[in-house]
């Protein structure tokens, strides 16, 4: 382990090293003082290189370790003493989900039941003070709310669960533990659901990032179904302000959807990002990389469209996104751009594997 902390103002945060958590540390380090112990087993989409610039910054600890391991998670509880645990750590990529749906039930189930269990143990070790001012924050998504028509109202905080895949469902048993943890022993549980987040950081299996390094190289980018399918896009440094708000005003027990106001449909966020990557490295005399847009099978149980109404987190904790959709996405393509070292770093012979799996044998459309 590195660093460590004994202030009692430290927080714990799990899956750290990954796109929002390590986006949430960097940010949260720009804006506080207050020290930060990250808990990441770095598997495929965690990366310490996303915190490289942290080494030599005293607030900043790194615990490798599962959150599936009650007696590290105690420990760390132990000797850290965090006033917050804020819970991102998760197998979060739909279409990993459907080809081995079993690391999700036991990371987001399983690893969130036992970082409950502890942190309803440690809580109930404090008096005082500390013991009021305590949180646990369960990081979630939209997607544990179903699919949504074209007419449909855009999700909020009461919107029956529906969730489609297997990712969904397990981050919806999740949320159902987070919430009974607090109902059944008063565990002060913050519970927040975001919509789709982009930006750095972010590993290139998912669409943006995909779609954006698949340009550059030429290669084909592979579109499921009509392309039409729609997701609010929320950019993650806006995410991450959110998330903070919510870890300082937010009302024990309470959920708070988070949103971008940024409804797109995949292929025009796809041809926004080839416009972008041509204007950024053009191409003499070639065409446009709008060409290179190959619609495949769709994925199984694709859900048609999320929306999510953000009203409750702006009326009571004054959170509104900051970042323009148009202006979010041409900072991300400029990013991925920019660092080639780290896009070389995470894509490797795994990665590599995983994408012909998924993409190479669906049939063009």
């Not at 940010?27 to 290189?49: F, H």
């Amino acid at each position: 382990m590195a660093g460590g902390s004994t202030t009692r103002d430290t927080v714990l945060v799990t899956g750290g090293a990954g796109f929002i958590g390590s986006n949430f540390i960097l940010t949260w380090l720009q804006s506080t003082s207050s020290p930060i112990v990250n808990l990441d087993l770095l598997t495929y989409a965690g990366n310490p290189a996303n915190l490289a610039s942290l080494e030599h910054d005293p607030r900043y600890a790194f615990a490798r370790g599962d959150i599936c391991d009650p007696q590290l998670v105690a420990a760390l509880l132990r000797e850290h003493r965090p006033r917050a645990i804020v819970h991102f750590a998760a197998e979060s990529h739909v279409d990993r989900s459907i080809v081995a749906p079993d690391a999700f039930i036991r990371t987001n189930i399983h690893g969130t039941f036992v970082l409950l269990e502890q942190a309803k143990l440690y809580w109930s070790s404090l008096s005082g003070p500390e013991r009021a001012a305590f949180r646990f924050l369960h990081v979630s998504t939209d997607e544990v709310y179903g699919s949504l028509g074209a007419g449909d109202p855009a999700f909020c905080e009461t919107t029956p669960y529906a969730p489609n895949s297997p990712y969904a469902a397990s981050k919806a048993g999740s949320d159902h533990l987070a919430r009974a943890y607090c109902h059944t022993w008063g565990l002060p549980v913050l519970t927040t659901n975001c919509s789709n987040n982009y930006g750095p950081f972010q590993f290139p299996e998912k669409l943006i990032p995909l779609m954006v390094l698949n340009a550059l190289e030429g290669k084909p980018l592979p579109v499921y179904g009509d392309g039409k399918n729609v997701r609010d896009w929320l950019f993650v440094e806006d995410h991450c302000a959110a998330i903070r708000a919510v870890l300082e005003r937010g009302q024990p027990g309470a959920t708070y959807n988070i949103g971008g106001n940024s409804e797109r449909a995949n292929i025009d966020v796809v041809t926004a990002i080839c416009d972008l990557v041509d204007e950024f490295c053009p191409r003499p005399a070639a065409a446009s990389r709008r060409n290179l847009i190959a619609f495949v099978e769709d994925r199984l149980g694709h859900d048609r469209r999320y929306a999510i109404d953000a009203g409750k987190i702006t009326r009571e904790l004054g959170w509104t996104p900051a970042q323009p959709f148009e202006d979010g996405l041409r900072k991300t393509v400029r990013w991925y751009l920019d660092n080639a070292t780290w896009v070389a770093s995470v894509r490797t012979g795994a990665y590599r594997d995983w994408i012909a799996k998924n993409y190479a044998d669906r049939l063009t459309l």
